[in-house]
Antibody, heavy 121, light 110 residues
Framework: QLQLQESGPGLVKPSETLSLTCTVS??????????WGWIRQPPGKGLEWIGS???????YCNPSLKSRVTISGDTSKNQFSLKLSSVAAADTAVYYC?????????????WGQGTLVTVSS | QSALTQPRSVSGSPGQSVTISCTGT?????????VSWYQQYPGKAPKVMIY???KRPSGVPDRFSGSKSGNTASLTISGLQAEDEADYFC??????????FGGGTKLTVL
């Protein structure tokens, strides 16, 4: 069974860079037909797609966050990562990593448990 | 890229049916048949209930169904049960390998 686990600091200071890693077990991030994504949810609010990385390493980002987002993958560790620069209080959210299945349809079918990141001095 | 529009809340009694709408534009919901719906309990990760507008993943009860007309997608839950009380989010492909979610709908089972 595929499992995803987010890890990283739970507290980041304003103007600094948020860094999170998603470790995947039970499947390979370099396997074809899948993408790997980051989604966030501010407290009490809706979900927001941040960006995705393909099995071949191509990255795609939400236009509203594009200038601040970097997504990368490490196939040797079966991990993919998110960096969000120049954070502000509005970036406080639960950050989820998820698999975007792209075979037999498109859906975020496996999710990590989520990790709360608070932006505060 | 704007969030898809969902009603903030809906409610229904056990056994009844409820429908949650998700309105976008011709650049997302109306342009592709890649709308999915997610159920989320408090403090938990979302779970996919419907994908590709109307497909149900294995294990999801057939009480859950999805449809689309123009720029609006809908999730219908028939035979409401207490366990269906949760938040529901829609998601659509928006072109160029990007995705957009809805603001979420809180379903209350009376």
């Amino acid at each position: 069974q595929l499992q995803l686990q987010e890890s990283g600091p739970g507290l980041v200071k304003p103007s600094e860079t948020l860094s999170l890693t998603c470790t995947v077990s039970g499947g390979s991030i370099s396997g074809t037909s899948h993408y790997w994504g980051w989604i966030r949810q501010p407290p009490g609010k809706g979900l927001e797609w941040i960006g995705s990385i393909s099995y071949s390493g191509s990255t795609y980002c939400n236009p509203s966050l594009k200038s601040r987002v970097t997504i990368s993958g490490d196939t040797s560790k079966n991990q993919f990562s998110l960096k969000l620069s120049s954070v502000a209080a509005a970036d406080t959210a639960v950050y989820y990593c998820a698999r975007l299945r792209s075979r037999d349809g498109y859906t975020f079918d496996f999710w990590g448990q989520g990790t709360l990141v608070t932006v505060s001095s | 890229q704007s969030a898809l529009t969902q009603p903030r809340s809906v409610s229904g009694s056990p056994g009844q049916s409820v429908t949650i709408s998700c309105t976008g534009t011709s650049s997302d919901v109306g342009g592709y048949n890649y709308v999915s719906w997610y159920q989320q309990y408090p403090g938990k990760a979302p779970k996919v209930m419907i994908y590709d507008v109307s497909k149900r993943p294995s294990g999801v009860p057939d009480r859950f169904s999805g449809s689309k007309s123009g720029n609006t997608a809908s999730l219908t839950i028939s035979g409401l049960q207490a366990e269906d009380e949760a938040d529901y989010f829609c998601c659509s492909y928006a072109g160029s390998y990007t995705w957009v979610f809805g603001g979420g709908t809180k379903l209350t089972v009376l």
